[in-house]
C-alpha cells in the first residue's frame, strides 16, 4: 500500500512495507531526490533499520543465555505496516510485535514511523514502544538513498559533503572491516569533503556526534541538508565496485541509535555498544528532517 502526502513544495510517496519513503519530487524545481530502488545496485531506497543497526558479529547475539540469529539491519524494513493516520501532509504507519518475532528477537515492542511536510522539509519521527515488563534493548536507523548527481549536467565531483558537528562533543571517526567496526580516533577538523568512489572503498564512512550533514551540488546548489541533532552516529555510503572504481548513483545520509558490532563484541545485546535500554512500558522519541534544496 502507497500512500502520498504533499504541499506545495513537496510530493512524497511512503510505501506501508518497511513505512518506508519510496519517492521525493520537488515541485518548484521538477527535481526527484529519492534514489529509484533499482536492484541492479540496491533495490531499497530509504529503510528503517531495527533492531539493529549494521552488523551482528557472525548473524548472532545473545540475551539472557538464548541465542539468536538476525542479519544485517535486523527485520523492520520488509515488515507490512498498518497505516494509523494520514492527511494531506502527514502520514502515520505503526506496527506492533505481539509475538511475531519471537524466534529473532525476544522483546515486545510497538513502532510508529511518522512523516509530516513543511515548506520544502520532510520530518521523520520514530516512536518505539517497549510492551514488556522488563527492560528493552534495541538499535534504530535511517537509510535514506538520495540520487547522485541530480541533474544531466553533473558528475559526482560536483556534490560535497557540509558537517556540523555537536556542540562541545568530541568527532569520532570509525572504520569497518568485514562489516565490524573498529574506532579510528578523534577528528580535530572535519572538513568538506568532494564525493569520490574512493571514500566508500571500505563500505561506509561513519563518525559520532554530527548533528547535520548538507550533500550539496557546488554547481547547480540543489541537494538536501539532514539534520539530526543529538543522533550519537552517522553513516554515509554508497555501493563501491572495485572492479571500476566507480560507485552507484546514489549516497546514503544514515542517522543512526545504534551501530554495527565490534570486533570483540562479547555478543549479549545487553553489552553491545551503542545499544539503546528502554525501560519497562516507556517510550522511545526521535526524530529527523531533511530539507530538499
Not at 102 to 115: L, R
Amino acid at each position: 500500500m502507497e500512500k502520498i502526502i504533499e504541499n506545495d513544495w513537496l510530493k512524497v510517496e511512503v510505501e506501508s512495507k518497511g513505512a518506508e519513503i519510496r519517492a521525493v519530487e520537488h515541485k518548484k524545481n521538477n527535481l526527484n531526490y529519492m534514489w529509484t530502488g533499482d536492484s541492479a545496485y540496491w533495490g531499497r531506497v530509504a529503510p528503517v533499520l531495527f533492531p539493529i543497526v549494521g552488523q551482528l558479529k557472525g548473524d548472532q547475539y545473545q540475551v539472557d543465555g538464548e541465542k539468536y540469529n538476525m542479519s544485517q539491519h535486523g527485520f523492520l524494513r520488509d515488515v507490512e505496516f498498518v497505516l494509523s493516520s494520514h492527511s494531506k501532509e502527514y502520514v502515520s504507519f505503526e506496527i506492533a510485535s505481539e509475538g511475531h518475532f519471537q524466534d529473532v528477537y525476544p522483546y515486545e515492542f510497538k513502532v510508529t514511523i511518522t512523516y509530516t511536510l513543511h515548506r520544502d522539509a520532510l520530518t521523520v519521527d520514530w516512536k518505539i514502544e517497549n510492551k514488556n515488563r522488563e527492560e528493552m534493548y534495541f538499535s534504530v536507523g535511517a537509510h535514506p538513498a538520495f540520487r547522485i548527481p541530480l541533474v544531466e549536467n553533473e558528475g559526482l565531483k560536483d556534490y560535497q559533503l557540509k558537517f556540523k558537528p555537536a556542540p562541545n562533543k568530541d568527532v569520532v571517526e570509525y572504520g569497518l572491516e568485514n562489516a565490524l567496526v573498529s574506532e579510528k580516533g578523534i577528528l580535530n577538523q572535519l572538513p568538506d569533503i568532494t564525493l569520490q568512489p574512493d571514500l566508500f572503498a571500505n563500505d561506509a564512512i561513519i563518525y559520532s556526534n554530527i548533528d547535520s550533514i548538507e550533500l550539496t551540488s557546488i554547481k547547480s546548489g540543489y541537494g538536501v541538508e539532514i539534520v539530526f541533532p543529538g543522533f550519537p552516529f552517522v553513516g554515509i555510503w554508497s555501493k563501491y565496485n572495485i572492479e571500476n572504481n566507480t560507485i552507484a548513483p546514489f549516497v546514503c545520509v544514515e542517522p543512526w541509535y545504534g551501530i554495527a558490532d565490534i570486533h570483540d563484541t562479547t555478543g549479549d545485546l545487553k553489552e553491545k555498544f551503542g545499544v539503546n535500554r528502554l525501560d519497562a512500558n516507556d517510550v522511545f522519541q526521535k526524530a529527523y528532517s531533511i530539507t530538499f534544496k
